[in-house]
């Protein structure tokens, strides 16, 4: 069957000839196949329709042996010649193509390039398929990592917020004890303390003249171990109770927060109106004797 060169074919469909001829020289021209795989992928070159510039000895449009080189047409042969094609028999004679062999070389080609576009098609379509589930998987994955960072995090905020609570009820609990304690401290000694507080109060009826440095400023130096503590609440109601004076500002912190009727949660502060004084974190660790809240005081709740 007649065969047209790859260069002619090439031309025969369409392509444009700067496009064929680099094709060709590109391929080695190895074939129409080769030729036209090349065009698709080059299709998109920004020096594609740029004029080819064939190396030294290159050969375009026939077979490449040395043997026929004198008879092989060259790039600027091609270009000179180009509107006429032949074809060659077995024994390499030529002749020029019937434009029904010419018709049927190019419909032969063009189902060809149909088919190979085609299968190139069907490739992009699977490697796009490919990277859309390496898309998903990797987006799949990055939730999963997110998800399980949030869970962390939500199980540490959960224990944190554990934790808080027991050392609170813990404290309280506490409290709750410590003042019981206080309380019944208290009963058990103003309840034995008549005999000795009648014979305290008996005891200026011996006035001493002789001793006139027993008068004066002794009751001034009287040491009081405890103080008692009125507390003036947000509604303007106020609980009333005896500390040690040696505890802490704390201890009525947490007395309030347990008596008082401070909404769970709200911060409170704890201030001395006359003269005005706001307590810091500091002074809640400083005793009630070292602020000047012996032997008794008013302290007023404020929002912090």
């Known amino acids: 069957m007649a065969e047209l060169t790859t260069l002619e074919s090439l031309l025969e469909m369409g392509f444009d000839r700067n496009r064929a001829e680099k094709a060709v020289g590109n391929t080695g021209n190895q074939g129409i196949e080769q030729a036209m795989d090349w065009l698709m992928e080059h299709e998109n070159d920004p020096d594609i329709d740029e004029p080819y ?5 290159n050969i375009l449009g026939g077979e490449a042996d040395s043997q026929s080189n004198t008879e092989q047409p060259t790039l600027a042969d091609t270009a000179e010649g180009g509107d006429i094609n032949y074809i060659e028999n077995d024994e390499s004679a030529k002749r020029p193509m019937t434009e029904e062999e010419k018709r049927e070389q190019v419909k032969r080609l063009e189902e060809l390039m149909r088919v190979k576009q085609a299968e190139r098609r069907e490739r992009e379509r699977a490697e796009e398929v ?3 589930k390496a898309r998903r998987r990797q987006g799949q994955e990055l939730q999963q990592i997110r998800q399980k960072l949030q869970e962390d995090d939500m199980k540490k905020l959960a224990d944190l917020r554990r934790r808080e609570k027991m050392e609170d009820k813990m404290a309280r609990q506490r409290v709750k004890e410590k003042i019981a304690r206080d309380r019944e401290e208290r009963a058990q000694k103003f309840g034995g303390g008549g005999t000795p507080s009648t014979a305290a109060s008996s005891q200026p009826v011996q006035p001493s003249p002789s001793s006139p440095s027993s008068q004066g400023p002794p009751p001034t130096k009287k040491e009081y171990d405890e103080s008692r503590i009125q507390v003036r609440l947000l509604d303007g109601s106020t609980i009333t ?6 505890e802490p500002l704390a201890a009525v912190r947490v007395y309030v927060q347990v008596n008082g009727n401070t909404p769970e949660g709200q911060d409170f502060t704890l201030l001395s109106p006359y003269p005005r ?5 500091l002074d809640m660790e400083k005793p009630l004797k070292e602020l000047g809240l012996v032997p008794s005081a008013v302290l007023v709740v404020t929002k912090k």
């Open 130 to 132: 490919e990277r859309e």
């Open 53 to 57: 510039v064939p190396p030294v000895g």
């Open 277 to 281: 004084h706001v307590y810091t974190e």
């Open 241 to 246: 109770t005896v500390f040690k004076a040696q």
